[in-house]
């Protein structure tokens, strides 16, 4: 029990339930004991569960006495950015590096934005640790959070256990940041709407290439006809006959023969005209009737 007489975390008076004499924040009982009536008194409440990413590497190099200076610079952290009527609490009991808050009449969009603010401002401290031969600085230390929402009507366990699959989700994308437990479900939407879309833009690809016009096709008329199918006729028991069967053939198209030249038929001259020479023989053939004999 703190030898405070108000909690450290909500501010109302000791009860049955305990505090973390390292963080004086509640330990998990005592923040049970408190969170199930904070959740049936408000609409909606939201939860955060917040981890230390990779707190042992702090332990191994710094050593546990850091360590517990870094969990002690979080549960401030946790104080100021939060208000006095939410609910901190260290969770998994001692030597644990993860702790609740319960946000009384937040929604999951404020609790994101709240998440967000406790996590900047865990990666803006810097904690002063003693080591052997003075102290050190440790700087840097990021956080996971998840974060689920629930109502009068949603079981405590279930909230918790909503924020700590957030959680697990913010861990698996890379640390460092904040998970929601719809977070599966917002990543779910852009694929089917991808899936739809990809439908639907199939759908408009085969409607486009249906209403293309067909070419049409080249009519028998066009094309000379096939040649007739061979059919074999046999006759039992030993005549076999061979018969073509015959189509009519297209007619062949009309051309003009030039006819031939025969051998004793004149060969137009090919001599040059002299227009004078032409002149002076009708002349002289219109007088020649003139002319003594």
Known sequence: MSTEPNCASCGQPHGLWATDRLTLLLDRWGW???????????????????????????????????????????????????????LLGRY???????????????????????????????????VTAPVPGGTTTVESVSVS???????????LESLVVDADAALRNAKRGGRDRVGTS?????????????????????????????????????SAADHPAAPPP??????????????????????????????????DTPTPSTTTRCVPCEMMTSAVNKMTPFLPH
């Open 32 to 86: 049970d004991d408190r969170a199930a009536a904070v959740l049936r008194e408000s609409k909606p409440t939201s939860l955060l569960v917040v981890d230390v990413d990779n707190f042992k590497r702090v332990n191994d190099r710094f050593g546990h006495v850091a360590g517990d200076e870094v969990l002690k610079g979080v549960a401030e952290t946790l104080r100021r950015i939060t208000r006095k009527s939410d």
């Open 92 to 126: 998994g009991g001692q030597g644990g590096d993860e702790f609740l808050v319960l946000l009384p009449e937040t929604g999951i969009e404020d609790a994101r934005v709240i998440a967000e603010r406790i996590r900047a401002g865990i990666r803006d401290m810097a």
């Open 145 to 155: 959070i998840g974060v689920s929402v629930g109502d009068p009507d949603t079981d």
């Open 182 to 218: 719809k977070e599966h479900r917002r990543r779910a939407v852009p694929w089917r709407l991808a899936a739809v879309g990809a439908c639907v833009a199939g759908a408009m690809i085969a409607v486009v290439t249906t209403d293309k016009p067909v070419p049409p096709r080249d």
């Open 230 to 263: 061979f059919q074999l006729t046999v006759t039992v028991p030993a005549t076999v006959t061979a018969t073509p069967v015959r189509t009519p053939q297209a007619p062949k198209p009309h051309t003009k023969k030039t006819p031939a030249v025969r051998e």
